[in-house]
């Protein structure tokens, strides 16, 4: 059986195994009385999956993010390296810089638009919650910039900060290519090191279905589905702007620029979009999508192990648009009307929240404190939406990863490769 079809199967088991524990899931009337006949389906599921699905969720997203900082590490190392000329190397980066941002542009609008036509704010009453002790310490636009560079880049990769070691290791790297063979040792290392990592996430993706099972089980479980009732017509805002972007904008680009199969390119890549949606954190989905983009819809490794672990910090679609709507929803709650230039403001700061926010669950939900900040909003208002920000997490982050791998596909294709048989 093909992989995705494992990975569905595990979703659709976890989602029935978490409504089974969890204890809010009541079918009424006479489907409910038939079901309470075989409780003990239920009690079952509650004996023997309640204690696993934790560690079994914890276990797979370890086993992922063990890769993350070596991977990173060697393959953008490697990446640059085989570039090979410092200025093939710079139309590369430009041509990623730049559909990077104006895709997450896009979605930004898009989420701008549906926020303002569906108005889920107005008239909705304030319960506030919880802020994130994170989200009450500033940051600005200098801290986003200066936290790029490395103090020490042995410290970065210790703490899994990806976006300075990334930074390291483009410009190692590129360093490496000017040395010729004092430099070929080290770049033979790397390659090596890159390739057994690859090897090794082989192997972690034959667990996805089994992790993927038990990381869906564990959420509905803890969640259930009661937070549908309040903010819900906030979560289907946020879900039709992330449904456009991620079904019309992005194919459209995939099709007329990367001159690839929406379709198969989607299947092909669809054991990363999950692992996605169920870990929530693109850089630990990365060793995922590069398998995905890599093996299995064939694009040459030379622009992936440089496009994508750079999409996977700094390329969020999905964050974007769900920060703007975010901010645009808390104003209507508050009944403050925001101008024009106000949502210009929003634009651009929840851009710069996105690309500032690490690849990690619920780092969009912190950096959102830029763009509530940028147009005076109180910070309060991310209590607000706590309740439902894991669900919607879920969803951007998918976005975000496929997001990363339609501007791989695109890019390959701007660089003058063929499309790759697999995905015409
Ligand atoms: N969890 C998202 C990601 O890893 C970031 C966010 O919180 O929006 O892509």
Not at 374 to 384: K, N
Request: hydrophobic share 55%; charged share 10%; proline share 5%.
């Amino acid at each position: 059986m093909k992989l995705h079809w494992k990975i569905l199967i595990g979703m659709v088991a976890g989602i029935l195994i978490g409504l089974l524990i969890n204890e809010s899931f009541v079918i009424g009337g006479p489907l409910g009385e038939f079901l309470g006949h075989f409780s003990f389906v239920r009690k079952f599921a509650v004996f023997v999956f309640q204690p696993l699905i934790g560690p079994i969720g914890t276990i797979f997203i370890k086993l992922l993010k063990m890769l993350i900082v070596p991977l990173i590490l060697a393959s953008m190392i490697v990446g640059v390296a085989k570039v090979g000329d410092i200025r093939k190397l710079g139309g590369l980066g430009g041509r990623t810089f730049v559909f990077y941002l104006l895709t997450t542009w896009a979605s930004v609008i898009v989420g701008l638009f549906v926020v303002n036509l569906i108005k889920p704010g107005t008239g909705a009453p304030l319960v506030l919650g919880e802020v994130p002790d994170a989200a009450r310490t500033t940051v600005g636009v200098w801290d986003v910039i200066l936290n790029m560079i490395p103090d020490n880049p042995i410290e970065a990769m210790a703490r899994m900060d990806i976006l300075p070691v990334i930074v390291f290791a483009l410009f190692l790297g590129a360093i490496l290519t000017t040395m010729g063979s004092k430099g070929q040792p080290l770049v033979n290392f790397f390659d090596s090191l890159n390739d057994a990592m690859m090897k090794m996430a082989d192997i972690v993706i034959m667990l996805t279905p089994i992790g993927v099972f038990a990381l869906i089980a564990k959420v509905v479980a803890d969640t259930g589905f009661s937070i549908f009732a309040n903010l819900g017509k906030y979560m289907i805002t946020v879900l039709l702007g992330l449904a456009v972007h991620a079904f019309l904008t992005l194919p459209l680009l995939l099709r007329f620029i990367g001159g690839a199969s929406p379709l198969r390119y989607f299947t092909r890549v669809s054991p990363a979009l999950t692992t996605a949606f169920s870990t929530s954190s693109s850089s630990a989905t990365l060793p995922v999508t590069i398998d995905c983009v890599e093996e299995r819809a064939g694009v040459p490794p030379r622009v992936a192990s440089f496009v994508l672990p750079l999409g996977a910090t700094i390329n969020m679609d999905g964050t974007a648009l769900y920060e703007s709507v975010a901010a645009v929803f808390i104003a209507q709650v508050y009944g403050i009307d925001l101008s024009f230039p106000q949502q210009t403001m929003v634009f651009l700061t929840a851009t710069l929240a996105a690309i500032g926010a690490a690849g990690i669950p619920s780092a969009g939900l912190v950096t959102m404190a830029i763009v509530l900040k940028a147009v005076g909003l109180p910070l309060e208002g991310i209590g607000m939406i706590l309740a439902v920000d894991r669900i919607l997490d879920m969803c951007r982050t998918t976005v975000n990863v496929w997001g990363d791998t339609v501007g791989c596909a695109v890019i390959t294709r701007l660089q003058g490769d063929e499309v790759p048989q697999e995905i015409r």
